[in-house]
């Protein structure tokens, strides 16, 4: 891809690698690059590939990605470009390379954040570089498998623009509803543009993190998506899985515990944020639409 396509928008690659089962994660990539398309815009799939950080995966590169099964945040990038190694970006290193590029606006299922834990915090570095890195987010907002509460305290102290599309509530990730509240919604892509263009006028540091919720038709509800994570954090701690390794073992029972409508819920979410950022990506180009 060269970036006098129109309105491109970057998509991170870390759900080929763990995101999702292998089975479905290259009909969801070709699902969301189409919903990019028919929205108007350029899909910019991002990833490491041989040691070399492409952005504008073609498909064939993107199965070629999914078999590495690596996941890449930025504190990994140096290391696999030097070693030749291939990696699926995390929203973090996506960001990164996406604003490297040139590029605005960027889609991603949820951002992560604080884990749940009663030791020293596990913190994701895509907050870090949410808070760094001037770009526009597409997402569910935050896995619901982590502390929500203390992920979106963390994202004001770090001062990121966090707006609702369609919502004046955070969206947990599968569920459309948290409880928790978000101080400023739109409902249009156009507004959304409207914001970003002074958010970019007033060089605010950071992402504008525009909050999306799941589709109604596949969103799991507030309970039975709280009790398939409790059991599912359980089992994690029965086994002693933690660090990298959490989060994909978490997503894989939250499938078996909802008898796989976290896992449809999940897919729905990424297809559908693809599409609300090729929307914006679109309107950010052409003010009058």
């Given at each position: 891809?060269?970036?006098?396509?129109?309105a491109?928008?970057?998509l991170?690659?870390?759900?080929?690698?763990?995101?999702?089962?292998?089975d479905?994660?290259?009909?969801?990539?070709e699902?969301?690059?189409?919903?990019?398309?028919e929205?108007?815009?350029?899909?910019?799939?991002?990833?490491?590939?041989?040691?070399?950080?492409v952005?504008?995966?073609?498909?064939?590169?993107?199965?070629s990605?999914?078999?590495?099964?690596?996941?890449l945040?930025?504190?990994?990038?140096?290391?696999?470009?030097?070693?030749?190694d291939?990696?699926?970006?995390?929203?973090?290193?996506?960001?990164?390379?996406?604003?490297?590029?040139?590029?605005?606006?960027?889609?991603?299922?949820?951002?992560?954040?604080?884990?749940?834990?009663?030791?020293?915090?596990?913190?994701?570095?895509?907050?870090?570089?949410?808070?760094?890195?001037?770009?526009?987010?597409?997402?569910?907002?935050?896995?619901?498998?982590?502390?929500?509460?203390?992920t979106?305290?963390?994202?004001?102290?770090?001062?990121?623009?966090?707006?609702?599309?369609?919502?004046?509530?955070?969206?947990?990730?599968?569920?459309?509803?948290?409880?928790?509240?978000?101080?400023?919604?739109?409902?249009?892509?156009?507004?959304?543009?409207?914001?970003?263009?002074?958010?970019?006028?007033?060089?605010?540091?950071?992402?504008l993190?525009?909050?999306?919720?799941?589709?109604?038709?596949?969103?799991?509800?507030?309970?039975?998506?709280?009790?398939?994570?409790?059991?599912?954090?359980?089992?994690?701690?029965?086994?002693?899985?933690?660090?990298?390794?959490?989060?994909?073992?978490?997503?894989?029972?939250?499938?078996?515990?909802?008898?796989?409508r976290?896992?449809?819920?999940?897919?729905?979410?990424?297809?559908?944020?693809?599409?609300?950022?090729?929307?914006?990506?679109?309107?950010?180009?052409?003010?009058?639409r």
């Amino acid at each position: 891809m060269t970036l006098s396509e129109q309105a491109p928008v970057a998509l991170e690659t870390a759900f080929l690698t763990s995101g999702l089962p292998a089975d479905v994660r290259l009909g969801v990539a070709e699902t969301m690059a189409t919903a990019v398309r028919e929205a108007g815009a350029s899909p910019a799939f991002i990833g490491v590939l041989g040691g070399e950080p492409v952005v504008g995966l073609e498909f064939e590169q993107l199965a070629s990605l999914a078999d590495s099964g690596t996941k890449l945040s930025t504190r990994e990038l140096s290391f696999a470009i030097a070693t030749g190694d291939s990696g699926g970006t995390t929203v973090a290193a996506t960001l990164f390379l996406a604003h490297r590029a040139g590029i605005a606006v960027m889609a991603t299922g949820g951002i992560g954040g604080v884990h749940r834990n009663t030791g020293p915090r596990d913190i994701s570095t895509d907050l870090l570089e949410l808070s760094r890195t001037p770009m526009l987010v597409v997402c569910s907002g935050a896995k619901a498998i982590l502390d929500l509460p203390a992920t979106v305290e963390k994202l004001e102290t770090l001062g990121v623009a966090c707006i609702g599309f369609g919502t004046d509530e955070w969206p947990a990730f599968w569920t459309a509803a948290s409880g928790l509240g978000l101080g400023q919604s739109v409902d249009a892509a156009g507004q959304v543009a409207a914001v970003w263009r002074e958010h970019s006028r007033l060089s605010q540091p950071g992402a504008l993190l525009v909050c999306v919720p799941p589709p109604a038709d596949q969103a799991l509800t507030e309970r039975e998506s709280a009790h398939a994570i409790e059991r599912a954090l359980a089992e994690a701690q029965t086994q002693g899985v933690a660090g990298p390794s959490l989060t994909p073992f978490l997503l894989d029972r939250m499938v078996a515990h909802t008898e796989g409508r976290s896992l449809a819920a999940n897919q729905a979410l990424l297809v559908n944020n693809a599409r609300v950022a090729a929307l914006i990506a679109r309107a950010i180009d052409d003010p009058a639409r």
